[in-house]
């Protein structure tokens, strides 16, 4: 049973970049019939995709964030990351890391996540 | 972007009921439509994708169906542990997008 497991930083300063990983344990993460995302959730709202990779390296991005957002993998520590620069407020959610079978498939595993608090 | 619609955005029901979320997208989604159940401080659960396949684990009571733009999740003889948040998703195209949510809390 695979797991993920989101770590970082809970506050972040605005202006500076967000950082966040995810460790897949339970599973490899370079098996090529998944893909990893990052999906965030403001306090008392909706959940908003952010974007995802392959262990290729290729990568879709949200294009409300996409300007902000980078994503990668680390195959050799069963990682993958999201860094979103210049954050603002607006910002400030639980972040989730997810897997998902293939595109069209939905997020099958998802982590506990992660509250990330932008202020200073 | 494929935007999702939800309706109701809230109800109210009573254990043992039957209750029908909607989901709505702005363009034609074939099946690739999910859903998710959300409790309180948790992760999102999945309980059906591909609009109406059972995820493994997921009691029968829940039950998806639709294609195209229109779809619904009906869960019947509801059951305490289901008074939750119910979120859809489509799996169609990029950027991937979820329904605003529909809260299920008791009568």
């Known amino acids: 049973q695979v797991q993920l497991q989101e770590s970082g930083p809970g506050l972040v300063n605005p202006s500076q970049t967000l950082s966040l990983t995810c460790t897949v344990s339970?599973?490899?993460?370079?098996?090529?019939?998944?893909?990893w995302s990052w999906i965030r959730q403001p306090a008392g709202k909706g959940l908003e995709w952010i974007g995802r990779?392959?262990?290729?390296?290729?990568?879709n991005y949200s294009p409300s964030l996409n300007s902000r957002v980078t994503i990668s993998v680390d195959t050799s520590k069963n990682q993958f990351s999201l860094k979103l620069t210049s954050v603002t407020a607006a910002d400030t959610a639980v972040y989730y890391c997810?897997?998902?079978?293939?595109?069209?498939?939905?997020?099958?595993?998802w982590g506990q996540g992660t509250l990330v608090t932008v202020s200073s | 972007d494929i935007q999702m619609t939800q309706s109701p955005s809230s109800l109210s029901a009573s254990v043992g009921d039957s209750v029908t979320i909607t989901c709505r997208a702005s363009?034609?989604?074939?099946?690739?439509l999910n859903w998710y159940q959300q409790k309180p401080g948790k992760a999102p659960n999945l309980l059906i994708y591909?609009?109406?396949s059972l995820q493994s684990g997921v009691p029968s009571r829940f039950s998806g169906s639709g294609s195209g733009t229109d779809f619904t999740l009906t869960i019947s003889s509801l059951q305490p542990e289901d008074f939750a948040t119910y979120y859809c998703?489509?799996?169609?195209?990029?950027?991937?997008?979820f329904g605003p949510g529909t809260k299920v809390d008791i009568k």
């Open positions: 363009q034609s989604i074939s099946r690739y």
């Open positions: 339970g599973g490899s993460i370079s098996s090529n019939t998944y893909y």
């Open positions: 998703q489509q799996s169609d195209s990029v950027p991937l997008t």
């Open positions: 591909g609009a109406s």
């Open positions: 997810a897997r998902a079978q293939t595109p069209g498939k939905p997020f099958d595993s």
């Open positions: 990779i392959y262990t290729s390296g290729r990568t």
